[in-house]
C-alpha cells in the first residue's frame, strides 16, 4: 500500500470531493463502486453488514480497484482506532463525538508520541507494508485524516472546541441523529434542525475545519458544496440494489401487464 493519502490532499487542495457507502460489506460490492465512478468509499462497520475485521479487510478491495477508503470505525475506543490504524486505514470516520473530551481523546489515541498516545507496533502492522516504510512512525500523523460525527445538538456547543484539538480535520455532520437528538426524527428540513446545523457550519470553518455530510432532502450536492462542505457521500450499495431491483421489477411486470 502507499502511504500517501490522496483524499486528504484532494480536500486540502479545496476539491469538493464525493463518495459512497459501503453496507453490505462484500468485496464484489467495493469494487462495482469504484468501477462505476465513486472512487471514494467509506466501508460503513458501525452500520453495514461488515464488522470491524472484515470492514478493514475491504480495504484492500477498494483500494486494489483504484479507489480511496474512508473507514467509519463502529465507536471510538482506543482499540478500535488502533485496530483500523494499523491495518491500513488513513481516513477515519468517528460516529457520534459528543463533546471536545471526547474528541481530543480519539487524536490521542491515533497518533504517536509526542503528538499522542497510539500504541506502537509500526515493523509488524499493513499501515508500514510490514515494515518496509522505516519512516511510518514518524510520518503517520501527515496522512491521517479523522473525521468527528457531529450528530447531536449538544455537541454544537463544543464545535469551537473541536475545531481547536491537532489531529481533527473534520466536522461530518450526520443530519439524521442530529434531527432526532431535537425529537424530530427523519426531518432534517424542519427549520430549528436546520439552524442548528447551520451554526456547526459556520464555527467549524470559523476555527479552521473543514465539513463533511451526506445528501438528503433539501440537500443536493450543489446546495451543500454551497454551504461549504467539500466532502459529501451521497449513496450506498444497498439502496442502488434495491432501487435498481425494483424498477428492474416494474419494467417486467408493466411489459407482461401483470
Known sequence: ?????????????????????????????????????????VIDCEHGTAGLEAGLGLIR????????????????????LKRALDRGARSLMVPMVSSAAMARDIASFCLYAPR???????????????????????????????MAQVEHVDTVAEVAEIAGIEGIDMAFVGPNDFAASMNHLEDMTHPDVQGQIAEVESTAQAGGLMLGTIVGAGRSYADLRASGYTFI??????????????????????????
Open 1 to 41: 500500500m502507499t502511504g500517501k493519502n490522496h483524499l486528504k490532499a484532494r480536500l486540502k487542495a479545496g476539491e469538493t470531493v464525493t463518495a459512497a457507502w459501503l453496507e453490505l460489506g462484500t468485496p464484489e460490492a467495493a469494487e462495482i463502486l469504484v468501477h462505476t465512478g465513486w472512487d471514494v468509499v
Open 233 to 258: 457521500v451521497g449513496p450506498n450499495d444497498i439502496s442502488l440494489l434495491a432501487g435498481a431491483s425494483r424498477a428492474a421489477r416494474a419494467e417486467a411486470e408493466a411489459n407482461l401487464g401483470a
Open 61 to 80: 478491495a477498494v483500494e486494489g480497484a483504484g479507489g480511496q477508503a474512508v473507514v467509519r470505525v463502529p465507536d471510538a475506543s482506543e482499540a478500535t
Open 116 to 146: 499522542g498516545r497510539r500504541g506502537y507496533a509500526a515493523p509488524i502492522v499493513r499501515a508500514s507494508d510490514y515494515g518496509k516504510r522505516t519512516d511510518y512512525a514518524k510520518t503517520a500523523h501527515e496522512e491521517l485524516l479523522i
